[in-house]
């Protein structure tokens, strides 16, 4: 079973950047593909981003495509999510979230069974 610690949220005007980071604990990193998601109050849990188990094939949302960028460092049991061009709309609880899975090419955007507690983004305008 892994664990998960998400880092890196915080306050930031519109138009600017921030990385979100986690680190998973407790199981061999390499097993899952990762994913990020966010929730806004009163909305439901959107997709951001996933990255499969090497970091080679990576799918996003359509709301975030050509501003968020998710990466991940195996050697540190860590994944990453760049965001840039923030805008209020992007203002969430933002979730990582971890699939164990077989085939090492596939990018879920659903059906994750580990969650960490998630970090706060707040766009400002």
């Known amino acids: 079973q892994v664990q998960l610690d998400e880092s890196g949220g915080g306050l930031v005007q519109a138009g600017g950047s921030l990385r979100l980071s986690c680190a998973a604990s407790g199981s061999t990193f390499s097993y899952y593909a990762m994913g990020w998601f966010r929730q806004a109050p009163g909305k439901e849990r959107e997709f951001v981003a996933a990255i499969s188990r090497k970091g080679v094939n990576t799918k996003y949302g359509d709301s975030v495509k050509g501003r968020f960028t998710i990466s991940r460092d195996n050697a540190k049991n860590t994944v990453y999510l760049q965001m840039n061009s923030l805008n209020p709309e992007d203002t969430a609880l933002y979730y990582c979230?971890?699939?164990?899975?077989?085939?090492?090419?596939?990018?879920?955007?659903?059906?994750?069974?580990?969650w960490g507690q998630g970090t706060q983004v707040t766009v400002s305008s």
């Open positions: 979230a971890a699939r164990m899975i077989l085939d090492p090419r596939m990018v879920p955007d659903q059906q994750y069974n580990y």
